[in-house]
């Protein structure tokens, strides 16, 4: 994958973009999909916290760092908590669905590429929910983390016993950073900026936030980096071909016949 992109014709973003509402029903059939999917993984709470045990002492064996090093940092106040518990609850959604509307907007085929990888990350994620529940490591007394959500808010959980709107016992792989590394990888495959490897940031913290208010464990993360880069791998970022000037919107186009391919708007 190849961030520096040529600058494509104009007219071009027009003809490669899909349409509005066919995208708009996709997506947000997609999410009904996986909510609705990851209630069926639900009930399953001896065998998530079973799963927990076992994951928790993997690491210890592997020597993983212990995910109280980044818990300490946060709980020196009450205000890191605080904030750390809002990104959590507020940028996960709202930053990915910026990205999107952004790519659609200013980077069609760009926008093609990230909708497919993320529909592939987030369909193998529900299946890896179905066959491991796993309880997060608040709810795990072995892990000795506090529920900073609980104690210092906001949360956007529930009694796990109750909750009907979430399975909490879907841990792994974490969405949270697999999404926000796929933002972040492709913001970086769609511009030339020279500073635009400080996207990585955000899933920079976005790892520090969710191992530090014990939503979930560095093997959740670990597992999410994996399946992006194998979706990554089946799914790679396509040549787009020029468009002939003054063609009508909406139509195709022959490949130049110099055989010169054009990489999604990239500027």
Same mark, same amino acid.
């Given at each position: 994958?190849?961030?520096? %992109?040529?600058?494509?014709?104009? @007219? ?9 509402? !066919? ?5 947000? @059939? ?14 399953? #709470? ?13 690491? !210890? ?34 930053? %990915? ?6 790519? *659609? ?5 760009? *926008? ?30 072995? #892990? ?5 959500? !609980?104690? *210092?808010?906001?949360?956007? *959980? ?27 990888? @492709? ?25 530090? %208010? ?26 787009? #071909?020029? #468009? %002939?000037?003054?063609?009508?919107? @909406? ?17």
């Amino acid at each position: 994958m190849n961030a520096r %992109t040529e600058p494509a014709p104009a @007219g071009s973003d027009a003809i490669a973009r899909p349409p509005l509402v !066919r995208e708009l029903l996709l997506v947000a @059939g997609l999410f009904l999909v996986y909510k609705f999917g990851r209630q069926l993984a639900t009930g399953h #709470t001896g065998e998530a916290f079973h799963n927990a045990h076992r994951v928790w002492d993997f690491e !210890r064996a592997v020597h993983l760092p212990g995910e109280g090093a980044v818990q300490s940092l946060l709980l020196h106040g009450d205000g890191l908590a605080h904030i750390a518990n809002t990104y959590y609850a507020a940028v996960h959604f709202p930053a %990915t669905a910026a990205f999107l509307i952004w790519l *659609y907007l200013r980077r069609p085929v760009h *926008y093609v590429w990230a909708r497919r990888v993320l529909a592939a990350v987030t369909a193998a994620a529900l299946a890896l929910h179905l066959l491991f529940p796993l309880a997060p490591p608040r709810m795990l007394a072995a #892990t000795g983390l506090v529920d900073t959500a !609980r104690v *210092y808010g906001p949360s956007v *959980y529930g009694n796990p016993a109750t909750d009907s709107l979430s399975n909490q016992f879907a841990a792994m792989p974490s969405l949270h950073f697999g999404w926000a590394l796929m933002v972040a990888i @492709g913001l970086i495959a769609a511009t030339r900026s020279r500073w635009r490897l400080l996207w990585l940031a955000h899933p920079l913290l976005t790892l520090l936030v969710i191992v530090g %208010t014990a939503n979930h464990y560095w093997l959740d993360a670990m597992v999410a980096a994996a399946l992006l880069g194998l979706a990554l791998s089946v799914i790679p970022l396509p040549h787009r #071909t020029a #468009t %002939t000037a003054g063609r009508a919107q @909406g139509s195709l186009v022959p490949a130049q016949r110099d055989g010169q391919a054009l990489v999604g708007a990239g500027r």
